[in-house]
């Protein structure tokens, strides 16, 4: 994995000279802050040694090279998901290789239900802890100490300081915004009623089938994480639970999106006037 981890990277130093500092990851529906990059340098999946084939037809996904608010990034403008069929090691491999390439600090958003009656559909809610219950771990198998330590520990998952900056940028644009526990199941299909209500007893806020896998990678690779979901429906209380389809999940996240982008934006704005 080293070595491909390694060939994959050199590849894409060959086709840009951007050094990225951030990496970001584009959720469901979330792909339209690409168009914000500056500078942008497009590299398609399929043309990278060792990445994921894509399942879906016509939507290969690709890197976006570039400047954001002033901080150079490379976004992964579609992602891969367990659901597909991937293996956790297959799906995390990029962030892998956005470590090769210097990236500190791994920007996740995602799509996902709320099982919290004060979180509503078109909320961000800002992770700040997470519970696996995806039954696969991508670090499972041998552990290769130049890639992390063995047993990487999950106390700040989810960057302190991010948090509270993320909350100030909401407060300040009077974005509805939370923090909470973000679940992770396999899927595909949505979650029953009593399933919904487990994961409330559980003491989740939301629930997804993303996330969790590539933020492992990311701090068994010492980078920091920020991390949002966009809430797309509401299933908590139960009895108000109404049915969900892709469509009504893409048309609620479209909603939010703008806000979402702000929030990083203006992060990154931090970032960069921090140095
Ligand atoms: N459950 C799981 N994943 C999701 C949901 C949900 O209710 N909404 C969007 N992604």
Redo the contacts with the bound molecule.
């Keep these: 994995m080293y070595e491909q981890i390694q060939e994959a990277a050199n590849f894409l130093r060959s086709k840009t000279n951007v050094k990225p500092k951030v990496g970001i990851i584009l959720g469901s529906g979330l792909g339209g802050l690409v168009n914000d990059i500056e500078g942008a340098q497009s590299i398609g999946y399929q043309d990278i040694p060792h990445f994921p084939a894509s399942t879906v037809k016509g939507h290969a996904g690709k890197l976006v090279f570039g400047e954001l608010a002033g901080v150079t990034v490379m976004a992964m403008a579609g992602r891969f998901h367990y659901y597909e069929g991937y293996s956790m090691q297959q799906l995390t491999f990029p962030v892998r290789v956005m470590k090769a390439l210097g990236v500190e600090l791994l920007i996740v958003s995602n799509?996902?239900?709320s099982v919290n009656a004060d979180i509503e559909a078109g909320d961000l809610m800002f992770i700040r802890d997470h519970i696996n219950l995806q039954a696969d771990n991508p670090l499972r198998g041998p552990n290769d100490e130049r890639l992390g330590v063995r047993f990487p520990d999950m106390l700040h998952a989810y960057d302190p300081a991010l948090l509270d900056q993320a909350s100030a940028i909401a407060q300040a644009n009077g974005i509805r915004a939370h923090r909470g526990v973000y679940v992770a199941?396999q899927?595909p299909n949505?979650?029953t009623p009593a399933e919904y209500e487990f994961m409330h007893r559980i003491g989740a806020d939301v629930?997804?089938?993303s996330t969790v896998p590539e933020v492992i990678v990311a701090r068994h690779a010492g980078m920091r994480v920020f991390a949002v979901s966009v809430v797309?429906?509401k299933?908590y209380p139960i009895s108000t639970i109404k049915e969900?389809s892709h469509e009504d999940?893409l048309e609620m996240v479209g909603k939010a999106a703008e806000n979402l982008s702000l929030v990083v934006k203006e992060l990154l704005g931090g970032m960069r006037n921090e140095g």
Excluded: I, K
Aim: zero cysteines.
């Design positions: 799509a996902a239900g199941l899927g949505l979650e629930v997804g089938m797309s429906n299933s969900t999940v």
